[in-house]
């Protein structure tokens, strides 16, 4: 007996504009390329289509399948318009937010640089990498964030590939971001998973900038931030002044967050305050020299080692701090790091 033959109810549903669908190639002309369609007839690629897909189209043979969009439903001829560069575009868009779900790693080109980041390109979709996104390794460190001498930095990549995650991607604006820094975060965090906060590690100083330095250390080659609070007891203004690029030292981890890590010279050396408060009392009258001032008062320079910070309470007004600049003053001993005038 005979068995009915069921059409799939999702073939029963009638196309429509801008869906995608896949044929067969039944013919190829000079300017034209005809799919069977199945249940639906024929469709067929042709005019300015036929030359927007020539590349795609000329790799292809009779017999290939192929996904093309619909642009009109039935033409003069009787066939079903398709795109295949306006599909290419819509499937790579499908398949780039795949890759962001399934946070995958891709290898990019860089094609030009500008001062913001990196343009590339993904499945023939124009891609932009931020600065904020790139590794630490590639992040541009220019002292006193000079646009000009970041952009001349970012140059250096054009016409090398990356590795990179999809960070972002804006189909209706075109838009897509991608990280190089998401790679290797989850990396950062398992590995941050061996390190405490207090050890101890060694490492060499990779850049100086002006609001603190970063260091590379262990086996791993992890790289952490000194910032210019933590390099020394004494007031800094420049950290080139205590180390230098290449310069090995030994810091202490003072911070674990996610996968950044904080570092400490300064815990590493003697607290010159707690020699200071044995030698000295509270309410002990010294002398010192006004060696910086700032909104909150003035810093008073004791010694090499030891300044301390004096509240503009203590002087009257602004106008009086900027009068003892550079002058000796005698001081009432407060409290560590904090000191009055007589």
Request: glycine share 10%; hydrophobic share 40%; aromatic share 8%.
């Amino acid at each position: 007996m005979r068995k009915n033959f069921e059409i799939p109810n999702n073939l029963l549903k009638p196309p429509k504009i801008g869906e995608i669908i896949e044929g067969k190639i039944i013919g190829i002309g000079r300017s034209a390329v005809y799919l069977d369609l199945g249940f639906f007839g024929a469709g067929i690629i042709y005019g300015k289509e036929f030359f927007e897909g020539k590349e795609i189209l000329k790799e292809l043979k009779i017999g290939d399948n192929l996904f093309a969009k619909i642009i009109d439903l039935e033409n003069e001829e009787g066939y079903i318009e398709l795109s295949v560069s306006q599909a290419g575009k819509e499937l790579a868009w499908q398949q780039l937010e795949q890759k962001k779900e399934k946070d995958e790693i891709l290898k990019v080109k860089i094609l030009e640089a500008n001062k913001g980041g990196l343009l590339a390109e993904v499945s023939g979709i124009p891609a932009f990498l931020p600065v904020s996104q790139l590794s630490s390794e590639h992040y541009p460190r220019v002292e006193g964030g000079d646009q000009i001498k970041i952009l001349k930095e970012l140059k250096k990549f054009v016409g090398k590939e990356l590795e990179v995650k999809i960070f972002d991607l804006y189909q209706k604006e075109g838009k897509l971001i991608l990280s190089e820094k998401a790679k290797e975060a989850e990396k950062i965090k398992k590995i941050l998973k061996n390190y405490q906060i207090g050890d101890v590690v060694e490492g060499e100083i990779t850049a100086i900038l002006d609001f603190g330095v970063f260091l590379r250390f262990g086996k791993e080659n992890l790289e952490g931030l000194i910032h210019i609070s933590e390099l020394g007891w004494q007031l800094i203004e420049d950290p080139s002044e205590v180390v230098k690029v290449g310069e090995k030292v030994k810091v202490k981890v003072i911070k674990i967050s996610d996968e950044r890590v904080s570092l400490s010279l300064r815990a590493l050396k003697k607290d010159p305050w707690k020699n200071f408060s044995k030698k000295h009392k509270k309410g002990e009258i010294i002398s010192g020299e006004v060696s910086k001032f700032n909104p909150f008062g003035a810093f008073i320079k004791i010694n090499k080692k030891i300044q301390g910070l004096c509240h503009i309470s203590e002087f009257g007004s602004q106008k009086k701090i900027f009068w003892k600049s550079g002058k000796n003053i005698i001081l009432k001993f407060y409290q560590s790091n904090q000191l009055n005038t007589v």
